[in-house]
């Protein structure tokens, strides 16, 4: 298996822009996760899905931020307008449903809002 | 709510030196306990886990046991090596309405040859 693909692995962009980064999760895995990670607070959950539908969006920041999946082998994060404090690494992940099973984190797109 | 509490960092060890990295938790009901390992410019990948009270998660020379009377789940490694330098997380899922992990802040381990 590939594994979780996100694209793009980098993106800079000016602040006011929209950006949208990708995320293409492990073929079965019912449960989409989108993470953002920085320097100052460590690894954050912003949303996550299970078959395709959003269950808990609490981490989403603001209503800049939103995420779709629509449908099991593709997902989207989108920022509008994006913001310098944006500038973060966002992680894409998947699983298998449950608590046992753990999560394939893909590269994580490296996002700077100049 | 949940939460994890780990080690801070940088932790720097020469090579072939015991390491052991702390990680205690707070969860409802009987979470499933692991470790995740990210290397440079990477995302994080599965290290090991455990999912009830003593087991032993095990992988590359790396341990982990689960210990509820502590909430504890210490990561150790008997004789480290320069390529285990890394960004180590512990997590845990609880399971209780939301399938996501809950992540430590990571600690950053450098092994010095």
């Known amino acids: 298996d590939a594994g979780v693909i996100q694209s793009p692995r980098h993106e800079v962009t000016e602040m006011g822009q929209e950006v949208t980064l990708r995320c293409k999760p492990i073929?079965?895995?019912?449960?989409l996760f989108w993470y953002r990670q920085t320097m100052m607070r460590g690894l954050e959950l912003l949303i996550y899905f299970n078959n395709n539908v959003p269950i808990d969006d609490s981490g989403m920041p603001e209503d800049r931020f939103s995420a779709k999946m629509p449908n099991a082998s593709f997902s989207t994060l989108k920022i509008q307008p994006s913001e310098p404090r944006d500038s973060a690494v966002y992680f894409c992940a998947s699983s298998l449903e449950g608590r046992r099973s753990p999560l394939h984190f893909g590269n994580g797109t490296r996002l700077t809002v100049t | 709510g949940d939460s994890v509490t780990q080690m801070e960092g940088p932790v720097t060890l020469s090579e072939e030196a015991f390491l052991t990295i702390n990680c205690t938790y707070t969860a409802t009901g009987y979470p499933s306990l692991f470790w995740y390992v990210q290397y440079p410019g990477e995302g994080l990948q599965l290290l090991l886990k455990a999912t009830k009270a003593d087991d032993k998660g095990s992988n590359k020379g790396f341990e982990a046991t689960y210990r509820k009377e502590t909430t504890s789940f210490h990561l150790e490694k008997g004789s480290v090596q320069v390529s285990d330098s890394a960004v180590y997380f512990c997590a845990l899922n609880s399971g209780g309405g939301a399938d996501g992990l809950t992540f430590g802040k990571g600690t950053h381990l450098i092994i010095q040859p």
């Open positions: 073929s079965g895995h019912n449960s």
